[in-house]
């Protein structure tokens, strides 16, 4: 009778221990680690409800390296990067584990589309393999026009919104088109410019290379380079006639976190930030005409501080006038909702969540 309530007793033990850890673990948690183009970002999300977009950043790290470079130099991934990346990866599992008690299953890790073209990303791979017991995913070019849009958009809102990315190469987007049986289709949007080629582009159209760096000098040219740039915008709008039909639109990249960043001057705490034409215009003036106030606000602001590391005022104008001429060329605008999508840098990570979960459709 004894050895019979001591087994019972373990049995019951055992499973309360079994319900114990697993209602311990973070299953509304989510993990990610992106191997960027100058940077291995960590970011812990604690999601809510993936859907609305309803989610909080729990931790966030930023170590940055030059790891673009790098491959843009040699080709290849170097021995140092791949070691100095493995061992901060190694680091953050190990906190963000300890400390959050993420499910495995909930755990990513990925490298940005630079990495595709690395001549030894296997090494890469095999290394970070063999020490995390976790795969790397690596985004293509040609995947990540549609992470974006699924995770910049909230799902909710994916039959009814567009997104546009800013980014320094190229501007890319996409938006989901539904079908009949509730099927959807992804149709991607690209502009030949982005920020710094744009930038490049003004500065060869200047006939004596001695003034390309004359900021009047560029601002002329950048004004009759607008044609160029509002004729590719009507080019790509006239070629998706779906987009007058959405009434929100989404915005990230580099350009519109400056213009965000420079132009409100405040620390934005929502997920989207509500913009206007008339905040891009008046932004525009300020950095055309008075820009020594973005370089005084820089002194006593970091956020600003880090916009004027990454870009100066040539980019900038570039960059608002990639902003400013596809607003201004879209149909119907005043009828429009405009957001600037504000967590860019967990975009994929959103997508991956949307992904997994049952109460949304990514099959596009």
């Not at 989510?30 to 191997?35: D, F, M, Q, R």
């Not at 990303?121 to 849009?149: G, Y």
């Not at 009828?335 to 596009?364: M, P």
Request: no cysteine.
């Amino acid at each position: 009778m004894l050895k019979k309530n001591k087994n019972q007793f373990l049995i019951f033990f055992l499973l309360n221990l079994f319900f114990s850890v697993n209602s311990f673990a973070q299953k509304n948690f989510y993990a990610g680690i992106e191997i960027g183009r100058r940077a291995v970002k960590t970011t812990v999300l604690d999601v809510n409800n993936i859907k609305k977009a309803e989610y909080k950043i729990v931790y966030f790290s930023n170590d940055r390296i030059a790891l673009a470079d790098h491959i843009a130099a040699t080709g290849g991934v170097p021995e140092d990067d791949i070691k100095k990346v493995s061992s901060i990866i190694n680091e953050q599992l190990a906190k963000i584990r300890a400390d959050y008690k993420i499910p495995e299953e909930n755990i990513f890790i990925v490298a940005a589309p630079v990495f595709e073209s690395a001549r030894n990303i296997d090494a890469l791979r095999n290394k970070i393999t063999s020490s995390t017991s976790k795969s790397l995913d690596i985004i293509s070019e040609d995947e990540e026009a549609k992470v974006l849009v699924k995770g910049a958009i909230p799902p909710a809102d994916y039959a009814n919104a567009l997104l546009l990315d800013i980014g320094g190469q190229r501007t890319k987007g996409g938006y989901i088109d539904v079908l009949a049986d509730n099927k959807l289709e992804f149709i991607p949007l690209e502009l030949d410019f982005g920020t710094m080629t744009l930038t490049d582009a003004v500065k060869k159209s200047v006939a004596n290379p001695n003034q390309a760096n004359d900021m009047s000098t560029y601002q002329e040219k950048s004004f009759e380079f607008n044609t160029v740039l509002r004729k590719k915008v009507k080019e790509m709008v006239d070629s998706n006639p779906l987009l007058a039909k959405k009434d929100k639109i989404y915005l990230s990249g580099g350009a519109v976190w400056s213009f965000v960043t420079l132009y409100f001057n405040e620390s934005v705490k929502e997920h989207f930030v509500p913009l206007t034409l008339e905040d891009v215009i008046n932004y525009d003036a300020v950095l055309k005409n008075n820009f020594v106030k973005y370089s005084n606000l820089a002194k006593t602001n970091k956020e600003a501080e880090s916009v004027l590391k990454i870009y100066d005022q040539s980019y900038l104008i570039s960059a608002n006038n990639i902003l400013y001429s596809f607003l201004e060329g879209f149909p119907n605008l005043a009828t429009k909702k405009v957001y600037f999508a504000k967590e860019g840098q967990i975009t994929w990570l959103l997508s991956y969540v949307a992904d997994r979960s049952k109460k949304v459709n990514t099959n596009f």
